[in-house]
């Protein structure tokens, strides 16, 4: 998931005492992300990548060997990563970790369904959590 520079990101609680997590984004700053028009210093982002071993915080090795948690093939060890504008990438926060999770288990459906915009409701480290997921516009230029 990438949020882009010019993307808006509130978390709020509704009546019902949920987190809400809105993250509005533009499909160009994702494609100028991906082209290398952008470099990932220039927007803020959380990412979740499959890299070898070499590429793991080592706090984050120690938990996964701690807790034997599977990684399919040498090649694959998960990495949550946060971007800042021009910092070096990160480890996530706990929240931004809740985020992510919440994110990975609603955007294979979202993406399943070519729905043009759908809300979800998942239950992420115990908590109830409402993500409204849309694709973004592409932004016009003077064509």
Known sequence: MV????????TRTDSDSQQIHEVTDTRDDVRDLILGVRSSYEVSALSVIFDEITVMAPADLYLVERNGWPVSTPEAWPVALRHEPGRQPQSPSGTDLEFIESCL???PDFVRRGADAKTYEVETNGKRVKLRLSWATPRRTGI
């Open 105 to 107: 288990q609603v955007i």
């Open 3 to 10: 949020r882009g520079r010019g993307s808006d990101e509130r």
